[in-house]
């Protein structure tokens, strides 16, 4: 299992603001929800503070004792009803107002964006740039990350789908947050305003490695960002170098654990799986070889792992995945033939 756990210092430290509670923003939403947020805040402490003040003072003062009567009925003051009605009213207007304009300038993409496509699985972010090229990885203590590179002080258009289950897509710093859909596409856009490395999350309760979903977005200056896309296109000639990026970028390592990384379940790890004999579901053994595997990564359901078969969340990747992907795959498992199962979990 990734160990998030032990990153948290890092996730939640930095870049803290003074208020809020938000990173520091680094989008051209950021000054506008952390206004309207901020806003929102001290309302509520300045009502909440007099209201519970004036309370607890009422019920001192007009607390039942010996000579004391209280009105037999309501009273009634014209001028505070009003006041508390018109004040409250302008208020909640003003709250509307300032929500609703910032809700449009989300929702309006503007023109001339730089376009990426997002993809959501269980359990892992995939980002495809406008020439085709994928995301690349970055550790950042035990985890590997997939990383977004986007250039800075730029319109960012996401045309984002689900290949499962609901996901939600959030990076706080840019105060940017929408729901991931199967079935269709969901857009979202913002303007980057700083460079630096940001976290990004999933915010939709997605199954058991829900809380690993997680991604890094680097914003980085023009030139930087089209090494990066030239970076991007390819995949590794060597099967083996090809076959562990697959691993990740497929989000075979959100549910395998392999070498000494990945998630420990809910799948089988492929540490020295190569070669064994497999007992399945339905009673018989299967050889671990070339053919299981393209059969397991095609048609999950066919040969059911025993132990592992009865809610099997793995998907088919018939239709998304080459021939020679599954190659560099198989090269991959091979190479953890004589690898360790995983200590101390
Ligand atoms: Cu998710």
Redesign the pocket.
């Known amino acids: 299992m990734y160990s998030i756990a032990s990153d948290m210092p890092f996730i939640l430290a930095d870049k803290v603001a003074p208020y809020a509670w938000f990173p520091e923003g680094a989008s051209s939403f950021a000054p506008q929800v952390d206004y309207l947020f901020t806003g929102i805040l001290w309302i509520c402490i300045l009502f909440f503070v007099p209201i519970v003040i004036a309370m607890v003072y009422f019920m001192w003062a007009f607390r039942e004792r010996p000579g004391y009567r209280g009105s037999p009925e309501a009273l009634h003051n014209t001028p505070l009803e009003i006041t508390w009605t018109v004040i409250p009213t302008a208020i909640v207007v003003w709250i509307f107002w300032e929500g609703a304009v910032g809700y449009l300038d989300m929702a309006r993409i503007p023109k001339g964006t730089v376009d990426v496509n997002v993809t959501?699985k269980k359990?892992v972010w995939s980002f495809k740039y406008e020439n085709g090229g994928e995301n690349s990885f970055e550790k950042i203590g035990s985890v590997d990350y997939p990383k977004l590179v986007l250039p800075v002080d730029q319109d960012i258009k996401l045309i984002m789908r689900s290949e499962d289950v609901l996901?939600s897509f959030y990076i706080p710093a840019f105060r940017a947050k929408r729901d991931v859909v199967p079935g269709r596409y969901n857009y979202m856009w913002f303007h980057t305003t700083k460079t630096g490395i940001y976290d990004l999350f999933?915010t939709?309760y997605?199954g058991d490695n829900?809380s690993n979903?997680n991604a890094k977005v680097e914003v980085v200056s023009e030139e930087e960002y089209k090494k990066a896309l030239e970076k991007a296109v390819q995949e590794p000639e060597d099967p083996l170098e090809r076959g562990k990026l697959l691993y990740k970028r497929l989000g075979c390592s959100t549910c395998h654990y392999a070498g000494d990384e990945g998630a420990n379940g809910p799948g089988p790890s492929y540490n020295g799986s190569w070669g064994k004999s497999v007992p399945l579901e339905s009673g018989e053994s299967v050889p671990f070889d070339e053919n299981y595997v393209r059969e397991s990564i095609l048609n999950p359901p066919a040969k059911k792992r025993k132990g592992y078969g009865a809610a099997s969340p793995m998907n088919s990747y018939a239709g998304r995945i080459k021939d020679e992907q599954i190659d560099a795959l198989i090269t991959f498992m091979k190479s953890l033939e004589n690898a360790q199962p995983k200590t101390g979990k």
Request: proline letters at 0%; aromatic letters at 12%.
């Open positions: 959501a359990w996901h999933c939709e997605c829900h979903m």
